[in-house]
């Protein structure tokens, strides 16, 4: 059995990846949260630079799951999350994509599987070519925030 997507969904969701965090002050087997990459409307990874959302799931079995989904923290394209706990805190996901589509969204799915008449375009790496794309909240469990840090050469 995976840890994400639930079994209702399984057949119907493409994911990929997935951050986890542990809850705060969470026992051994307390809650866990999960951000992951997800096909938005039944699709499959071929539509990555379209339909990637990042959905947040949570778990109380353990890091393993399963995980059942909460909500929706970015529309696409949003891509590839990691989640950390800053020092202070703060909780952050550093992400590919800054939530606007780069082409069309895919609306051809069914099962996991697209269409030939979805034409994926090529990556969106950042929201311009000078920022980075970061996620931040004082909860796992949001509100969220985006932070589009301007990317500073080192000397």
């Keep these: 059995m995976p840890a994400y997507p639930p079994p209702a969904w399984l057949g119907n969701t493409t994911s990929w990846g997935g951050s986890v965090l542990r809850a705060p002050g969470a026992a051994a087997a307390g809650e866990y949260h999960m951000y992951l990459?997800?096909?938005?409307?039944?699709?499959?990874?071929?539509?990555?630079t379209t339909n990637s959302i990042i959905?947040?799931?949570?778990?109380?079995?353990?890091?393993?799951?399963?995980?059942?989904?909460?909500?929706?923290?970015?529309q696409p394209f949003a891509h590839n999350p990691t989640a950390i706990r800053a020092p202070?805190?703060?909780?952050?996901?550093?992400?590919?994509?800054c939530g606007t589509p780069v082409g069309?969204?895919?609306?051809?799915c069914a099962g996991g599987f697209t269409?030939?008449?979805?034409?994926?375009?090529?990556?969106?790496v950042a929201c311009n070519g000078n920022t980075t794309n970061i996620l931040y909240s004082k909860s796992p469990d949001g509100p969220w925030q985006q932070l589009n840090a301007p990317i500073v050469k080192s000397a």
């Design 37 to 48: 990459a997800e096909m938005a409307g039944g699709c499959g990874m071929e539509t990555w």
């Design 55 to 74: 959905p947040h799931a949570v778990s109380s079995s353990g890091p393993a799951g399963p995980y059942q989904p909460r909500e929706v923290i970015m």
């Design 88 to 97: 202070d805190g703060t909780y952050l996901i550093y992400h590919i994509g």
């Design 104 to 108: 069309s969204r895919c609306a051809d």
């Design 115 to 124: 269409s030939p008449s979805c034409h994926a375009p090529g990556e969106e």
